[in-house]
């Protein structure tokens, strides 16, 4: 059993013990890494340098029992780094290149960033072949994106020097914070000190996005308005001169539109008298002012910085009519980085019915026609650089509190259509996740390998990952993850679902009365309490079924049936792969944790299944017609409520083994043993209190 955010410990260890198999012995066109080799850096090596190269003094100890030693003195058979703006096809952004001969190591980098990636790449070479040994030859190897952005895997806030080595080894070059000012988080609570925190960055060739979420409230006809924006984003830089992105997303920031088809900002003001106005606000819609606004943001920027980039996320507007996303493209300043989303707003069928992305989701390996189209009006435009918020990390909005989605194939499919954007339509940015971070995965190391130039197929590139962390299983492994594959095709990524059973898994709660019933109504939405003052906490999900009517997909009276059927066959392939895994022999960590992780998500998926089942029987209960019916209705109730407690109580060994189970960097643990036996007092105040009072009531006809 593990402690409450053990996790956190182990992501503490960058490098991992004891990797090295002493059995094995190099080949004749190997050289082999020994005691006492030195690291040679030059003189005037810079931070990034220095830290990749203690770096790797620590791997080769930790990881491969092998005593090396930092320095500036040459010596024979040595690692030897150095700076180097030509190498072939390797010059450019995080390039590097290695020569592997028998006199010794060295790696060049096209800057330093490249530098420390080479020497991490040695890392992945030997964890690959579980021995210091490197094949003789010559690597040249560049990034294809120049930033990959990421949230940190300890919490939103959270960057001990471990998570920013974490996020350097898995190819990140930006650090991402959600922030109302320079000194406070988005969600008002928290200081950060990201002058601090960029000087610590940097050591790890890091540097840092911020999404300012503050009042835009000047119309770029207002007077004052460039001086109100060269004030507020002023003061983002004197709290930290290192910036290097600036994002902008509509739904934060509020903008004040005069766009006759936009409503108001913020978006609860679009009412007259308690009516809706029927007008997305500016947030959720492609304004035709948002140029001349963004012109005003990047005047300020630039009075601050030569270099800081103004990322402008077309994030909430893919329903809006291609010809008004496009003219907006087509008339946005200079110098602005465009950054739609790569799935969402896709639309397809299931069954009888029509669903859309509403959010991120695996299901959908992309990119999407939203994307598409956008991404080729920048490409016309060369003044204009091309983003993407992919969520591309190995975790999606799928399974809100799981580490990442063990699903390879997908995922290799998703990170093709990213490679292959980058050379039709110039992609050259990532915002690799939001709120949920980054977890150290084989899915994360696949992705790294193959966001590189020179890259193996990727099959081999799977091949050689899953070898690495289950040895002898390694084939049983990728029979169990094609049985994944296939299941996260059925999956459907509803807002009823994804701000529902998915986000939160087993805990989630089943309630049958209304929130304002008597005699006390439900507190809180009848949400388990926030324990933690995280930053969404127990806000950013519903605590019932709420039907999303969005005229993008069939009403939910219609498709909850045919995604019943979906979902039943997508939890049918996660099991069929859970038990190729259990039949395993010799299992090791890896292996154990990985079987963890997929009964979870098996278990979330009964969850939803049991939420829409309630669902429809809650319905069926408002009409019933009859006492009889009500009471057959009654009984279905009671005896799904009882499934889904021994669902519940099924899951508490689950995250008992697995600390990072049930938890979430934005919400902290929903689904801890604490969460989960909260659910079962729920269940229990349902099937003792309420379902015997509605049983009262509908047998009351017997006494008159």
Not at 159 to 164: H, V
Not at 665 to 681: C, F, G, N, V
Not at 696 to 701: C, K
Request: charged share 30%; hydrophobic share 35%; aromatic share 12%.
């Amino acid at each position: 059993m593990e402690e409450k955010f053990q996790f956190k410990a182990e992501l503490l260890k960058v490098h991992k013990k004891n990797r090295r198999n002493k059995a094995l012995t190099p080949s004749a066109d190997e050289f082999e890494i020994k005691h006492g080799l030195f690291i040679v850096v030059p003189e005037n090596a810079g931070i990034v340098t220095m830290t990749a190269a203690r770096d790797f003094e620590d791997y080769l100890f930790t990881s491969m029992n092998v005593s090396s030693m930092v320095t500036t003195q040459s010596a024979e058979k040595a690692i030897t780094l150095s700076l180097n703006e030509d190498i072939e096809d390797a010059s450019g952004f995080m390039g590097y290149r290695i020569t592997i001969k028998d006199s010794g190591i060295t790696v060049e980098g096209y800057d330093e960033k490249g530098l420390a990636q080479g020497l991490y790449y040695l890392e992945d070479l030997m964890n690959i072949r579980k021995a210091p040994f490197l094949k003789k030859g010559v690597i040249k190897r560049k990034a294809l994106f120049s930033s990959r952005s990421t949230h940190s895997p300890f919490g939103m806030f959270e960057w001990p020097d471990e998570a920013l080595s974490l996020a350097a080894h898995a190819g990140m070059s930006q650090i991402t914070l959600w922030i109302k000012d320079g000194y406070t988080s988005q969600r008002k609570e928290n200081f950060i000190d990201l002058r601090l925190l960029s000087e610590r960055a940097e050591k790890y060739g890091l540097d840092i996005a911020v999404s300012l979420s503050a009042p835009h409230s000047k119309h770029p006809d207002e007077p004052d308005a460039q001086s109100y924006y060269d004030e507020l984003y002023g003061s983002l830089f004197k709290a930290c001169p290192k910036i290097k992105s600036v994002s902008v997303v509509g739904e934060s920031t509020n903008f004040v539109s005069k766009d006759p088809k936009a409503g108001k900002a913020p978006y609860k003001n679009n009412h007259v008298d308690n009516i809706p106005t029927g007008k997305w606000s500016p947030g959720w819609w492609p304004c035709r002012d948002y140029p001349e606004w963004l012109q005003l943001i990047l005047n300020a920027i630039r009075k601050y910085s030569d270099t800081c980039e103004l990322v402008f996320s077309t994030y909430n507007w893919g329903f809006a009519p291609e010809e008004d996303r496009l003219r907006l493209i087509k008339n946005l300043p200079d110098g602005i980085t465009v950054q739609p989303t790569w799935d969402m707003f896709h639309q397809y069928r299931v069954g009888n019915s029509v669903e859309d992305v509403v959010d991120y989701t695996l299901a959908f390996a992309g990119p999407g026609e939203f994307f598409v189209s956008e991404a080729k009006e920048v490409a016309k435009h060369k003044n204009l650089r091309l983003s993407v918020n992919a969520q591309s990390s190995g975790r999606t909005w799928d399974f809100g509190v799981v580490p990442y989605e063990p699903m390879p194939g997908q995922w290799i499919k998703r990170y093709e259509g990213m490679v292959k954007a980058h050379y039709e339509w110039g992609l050259d940015g990532v915002c690799e996740n939001i709120h949920y971070g980054f977890y150290p995965s084989f899915i994360l190391d696949i992705e790294k390998d193959m966001f590189f130039t020179n890259a193996k197929p990727s099959e081999e590139i799977l091949a050689d990952i899953l070898k690495r962390d289950f040895d002898e299983n390694a084939d049983k492994v990728k029979e169990a993850t094609k049985c994944f594959d296939e299941a996260i095709l059925h999956y459907v990524p509803t807002n009823e679902d994804q701000y529902g059973g998915y986000r939160i898994g087993p805990a989630y709660p089943f309630w049958l009365e209304d929130a304002k019933a008597l005699p006390c109504g439900l507190v809180g939405d009848g949400k388990m309490p926030d324990r933690f003052k995280s930053m969404f906490g127990n806000g950013i999900y519903f605590s019932r079924y709420v039907p999303d009517v969005a005229g993008r997909n069939s009403l939910t009276g219609v498709r909850i049936f045919d995604e019943i059927k979906s979902t039943e066959k997508m939890r049918d392939l996660i099991l069929n792969g859970i038990e190729i895994l259990e039949a395993c022999e010799n299992k090791n960590e890896n292996l154990k944790k990985l079987i963890l992780l997929a009964k979870f998500i098996y278990r979330t998926i009964l969850t939803v299944l049991n939420v829409k089942k309630h669902y429809i029987l809650q319905q069926k209960l408002h009409i019933a017609g009859t006492h009889e019916e009500a009471g057959k209705l009654l009984d279905e109730i009671e005896a799904l409520l009882l499934e889904e407690r021994k669902n519940a109580q099924e899951t508490i060994p689950l995250v008992q083994e697995d600390s990072r189970l049930g938890w979430e960097p934005s919400m902290e643990y929903t689904t801890d043993e604490d969460a989960l036996k909260w659910k079962l007092r729920q269940i229990d105040y349902e099937l003792d209190m309420v379902i015997p009072k509605f049983r009262r009531g509908n047998e009351l006809i017997k006494k008159f």
